[in-house]
């Protein structure tokens, strides 16, 4: 079975300033990873998946984040966030053998921008 | 493309009671799904139509819950005797191809309310 652990529940930043969201997932087979936001009474909007190949992904809004299959990691980043950048972020991760289309989530980080 | 629509997007109804959620995917995505979303918590995977045959589901998915899709188009899904726990919000998404390709476009949601 595969899991997601969102290690942060809530990170505040100032505008403009850098972001981290960090993720780490398990699982027993090879995986695919998206990162999702949502905003208030919506849902979810895809921000970047990786699928194979460069570990490095770009996605919308300036956001990108970076595979690490040694750590098990899917960390999303960004230089610098706008107020228009407060929401909920969540990785989510699926498995790559065909066996299941599920897609397994975190609980989510709320980023707060602050003026 | 007008992408996920989900109705209504609000119920509230007295436990006991039974309800039934709609979702027309995206025209030409032929595989669909049902997660649940409570407060604090990321997604939860309920079922998986691919065309009109439903090929995943989740233990999540009590006997009290069924979820359809005739003909392969829109989807319903119904609760029978609701309880206070099965509040939450009911998001439906749709692909193209399976979630390892593209991921999912999901709809905004129905949030249910069990008075």
């Known amino acids: 079975a595969q899991s997601v652990t969102q290690l942060d529940s809530q990170v505040p930043v100032f505008e403009e300033a850098p972001v981290e969201l960090r993720c780490n997932y398990s699982s027993s087979v090879s995986v695919y990873l998206f990162w999702y936001v949502q905003y208030p009474n919506q849902g979810l909007q895809l921000l970047l998946k990786y699928l194979s190949g460069s570990t490095l992904v770009k996605g919308i809004n300036g956001f990108e984040a970076e595979f690490n299959k040694s750590q098990t990691s899917f960390h999303l980043r960004k230089p610098s966030v706008h107020i228009s950048d407060t929401a909920e972020y969540f990785c989510?991760?699926?498995?790559?053998?065909?066996?299941?289309?599920?897609?397994?989530f975190g609980k989510g980080t709320k980023l707060t921008v602050n003026p | 493309d007008t992408g996920v629509s989900q109705n209504p997007r609000h119920k509230i109804t007295k436990r006991g009671q039974n309800v039934t959620f709609r979702c027309d995917p995206i025209s030409e995505h032929n595989r669909l799904y049902w997660y649940r979303q409570t407060l604090g918590q990321g997604p939860e995977f309920l079922t998986y139509f691919q065309n009109e045959a439903q090929l995943e589901k989740s233990r999540l998915l009590s006997d009290r819950f069924s979820a359809e899709r005739p003909k392969g188009s829109f989807s319903t899904l119904e609760i029978q005797r609701t309880e206070q726990g099965d509040s939450a919000m009911y998001l439906c998404?749709?692909?193209?191809?399976?979630?390892?390709?593209?991921?999912?476009?999901f709809g905004s949601g129905t949030r249910l309310t069990v008075v």
């Open positions: 998404a749709s692909s193209l191809r399976g979630a390892g390709d593209y991921g999912y476009t």
């Open positions: 989510a991760v699926g498995r790559d053998d065909g066996g299941s289309e599920k897609l397994v």
